[in-house]
């Protein structure tokens, strides 16, 4: 192993989660074996529960990188505990996808950014939570904010042991540059998808770029308003369903043909920058920072970031219904941290994930930092914010998409494999012609098959 000091980064990826970590960053895990370890979880914690204890712990975590939430947390956590360090590593997103069970296999972090969770869990290389659950009183919040983190012994997902905890509740939808929005005569949201569609129209008129998006490399962005198209064409719990694995669940059917054919429209339009499948997720960061595109397709994890760098310009919106008053949904799921089988420290790594839910300074770093609603109980604390921050927006989106029963998971996480080797070069040939919307989803669907019977 080497350390290394951490130096900040900008923004890498998606769904949302870590810039830099002023600890040591672990290098990369040793080959190893194939058996799968042996849970070490108790549900004897003695009088005072689960706890870091008052002996110095250092805490190993695999975490994603680019995204500032995680780091204010943990720098917080161990200004109130000072017993209690961090030793983070980072990759990005695919990368830790692809190296999820090895790490977890090799060397089994105390926390951990999981991906997909279904294999993982099945192969016994996570910690099941439901103990410390119990421990915490998590039991006591909405089922709703654990439901996700389930895994039945099938490895669907909704129903089984507890095998994770989400950081808060991060959701996508569409920023905007309100400059801009002026620029075309657009003075509020728009309220339907021909609506949106003729914005982006006027911008392209107007010699502005309608959406910077990322797609490039192992990172297919374009995911992002592909899977809000089809909850405004279809039901968002169909592709719940999909992406947890339920029997007979297929995301080739005709409401994501229709959203798919939507999509390819936006392409063939010139909407998306033209260098789409080569741009990452710091360059459409920059260019929407910088002035450069009217809209992105992005998650609320930005919110802070854009009441930083461009006060009061930010606007947020979730994807228009087909038609207005119409169903909407969008992807909203706990920022997921788990626990390895073998972690060394399970209790305070428990702790841990207990008192970003539950700690007032640690609930109003998830609103301020993380823009997004933090978990634990329904009349926990929550900070106030502006009311005409872009923090301010995305929550209120929120509380709109709560209300509409439309919130899915990621299409992303429907397997381990499914986002890098599927829906990542199906959607870049698509960009560059070499793919149909109807040849995207059938080899989506022939990939998750294989995927999941195998």
């Given at each position: 192993?080497s ?11 998606l ?22 370890p ?82 993982l ?25 654990l ?47 021909d609506?949106?569609?003729a ?44 992406i ?43 260019r929407?920072?910088g ?42 799921a ?103 919307p109807?040849?995207?989803?059938s ?12």
């Open positions: 192993m350390r290394s000091s951490q130096h900040p980064l900008r923004p890498l990826l769904a949302g989660l870590f810039t830099t970590v002023a600890l040591g960053v672990t290098a990369c895990a040793p080959p190893g074996g194939t058996a799968a042996q849970a070490s979880s108790t549900s004897d914690f003695g009088a005072e529960g689960p706890t870091c204890g008052e002996e110095d712990v250092v805490l190993s975590g695999y975490f994603e990188t680019g995204f500032p939430l995680p780091t204010a947390l943990t720098e917080e956590f161990t200004k109130q505990y000072p017993n209690v360090t961090f030793d983070i590593r980072e990759d990005q997103f695919a990368v830790i996808t692809q190296n999820a069970p090895r790490v977890l296999q090799d060397s089994p972090p105390d926390l951990m950014r999981l991906p997909q969770m279904s294999e869990a099945t192969d016994g290389l996570l910690l099941d939570l439901d103990p410390y659950a119990e421990a915490f009183g998590w039991t006591d919040w909405p089922a709703s904010q439901q996700q983190l389930r895994v039945d012994d099938e490895g669907r997902r909704g129903n089984g042991p507890l095998y994770a905890l989400g950081l808060n509740y991060s959701m996508t939808g569409v920023f905007y540059n309100k400059t801009l929005a002026d620029q075309i005569g657009m003075t509020e949201a728009p309220a339907t998808l609506e949106f569609d914005a982006m129209q006027a911008a392209k008129d107007a010699g502005i770029t309608p959406i910077a998006q990322f797609n490039g490399g192992a990172t297919g962005g374009l995911a992002f308003p592909l899977q809000a198209l089809m909850a405004s064409y279809g039901d968002p719990a169909a592709i719940n369903d999909w947890f694995q339920q029997p007979d669940a297929t995301i080739d059917t005709p409401e994501n043909l229709a959203a798919a054919e939507h999509l390819k429209k936006w392409i063939d339009a010139g909407y998306f920058a033209d260098d789409v499948n080569s741009l990452d997720y710091a360059q459409m960061m920059s929407f920072i002035g450069e595109s009217l809209f992105i397709f992005n998650g609320d994890w930005e919110s802070g970031n854009l009441d930083t760098q461009m006060p009061g310009e930010a606007g947020f919106f979730l994807m228009p219904p087909l038609e207005e008053g119409g169903q909407i949904g969008a992807m909203s706990p920022l997921t941290f788990g626990v390895a089988a073998t972690a060394e420290h399970p209790d305070c790594a428990a702790f841990f994930l207990n008192w970003t839910a539950t700690d007032e300074t640690a609930r109003t770093i998830g609103v301020e930092v993380g823009g997004s609603h933090p978990m634990g109980p329904a009349d926990a604390f929550m900070p106030e914010v502006d009311a005409d921050s872009t923090t301010a927006a995305t929550l209120a989106a929120g509380a709109q998409l709560s209300e509409a029963n439309g919130a899915m998971d990621f299409i992303a996480n429907a397997t381990g494999a499914i986002y890098a080797q599927s829906w990542t070069p199906n959607l870049q040939r698509m960009v560059a012609g070499e793919q149909t109807e040849g995207l989803l080899s989506v669907q022939a990939d998750y098959e294989s995927q999941v019977e195998g």
